[in-house]
């Protein structure tokens, strides 16, 4: 589907790859575009709507809902990184994790999919390339699963005439990466290949070379994905 002329919702819209979507999404002429934030006095650009969201928060999602009803292209955009270790962290800093990076999108998915599926529209969730790649951490943990969801809500929202992107991507050059040292991609290069996605009714968008390395990897011997695992 075309973005020109549609009314776009990106959560986590205010900062880093979520304000990059925005601002595409406008560049490429969307009618209305909404940046969503816990906080929308932290929406910069003029011309996106700010728009209260909590993804945890199942009745600031209903409000959102009531508010941006006319909402075609929904952006499951908002995360975050505790990247605490599956045996040894803290048990609710996991479970906090899954509640934003899986939950949530969840949580808005259904309150938006009678919207958006009214609407003619579609559906991007932003994964990872740690979709793929584990690394005995929560944050990869719960966005293997996120992929798996991606997928399912693909072969639910398909009948309905609303086609599913999954968008994965490894270091953004953000202020969020900005402690790691590691090559790293634009958000703006990021947001118009997921916007591209988009326009193609495309399954997968993967964003730069990293992730396509990973994926050839799972396609060929995933255990070369893993070499601190070799055995002699």
Do not use: C
């Amino acid at each position: 589907m075309k973005i020109e002329n549609s009314v776009v919702l990106v959560t986590g819209g205010n900062r880093g790859l979520g304000k990059a979507l925005v601002d595409e999404a406008l560049a490429r002429n969307a009618r209305k575009v909404y940046a969503a934030a816990r906080d929308p006095k932290t929406v910069t650009n003029p011309d996106a709507i700010p728009l209260r969201l909590d993804v945890t928060d199942p009745e600031s999602i209903a409000a959102a809902a009531r508010e941006a009803g006319d909402v075609a292209v929904l952006i499951n955009n908002a995360g975050v990184t505790a990247n605490a270790n599956l045996l040894t962290g803290d048990i609710g800093e996991i479970r906090s994790e899954f509640e934003i990076n899986f939950y949530g999108p969840l949580y808005v998915t259904r309150a938006f999919a009678p919207i958006i599926v009214g609407n003619g529209g579609h559906l991007l969730n932003v994964l990872s390339v740690m979709s793929w790649l584990a690394t005995g951490r929560s944050y990869s943990a719960t966005k293997a699963a996120f992929w798996s969801m991606t997928n399912g809500l693909r072969l639910d929202l398909a009948p309905q005439g609303v086609g599913v992107t999954g968008l994965h991507v490894g270091y953004i050059d953000t202020d969020l990466a900005a402690h790691i040292d590691a090559p790293k991609i634009s958000p703006e290069d990021v947001a118009r290949q997921a916007i591209d996605g988009i326009e193609n009714g495309a399954f997968e968008v993967l964003a730069d070379e990293v992730t396509r390395k990973v994926k050839r990897g799972l396609s060929a011997d995933p255990s070369a994905l893993y070499p601190q695992l070799a055995t002699e």
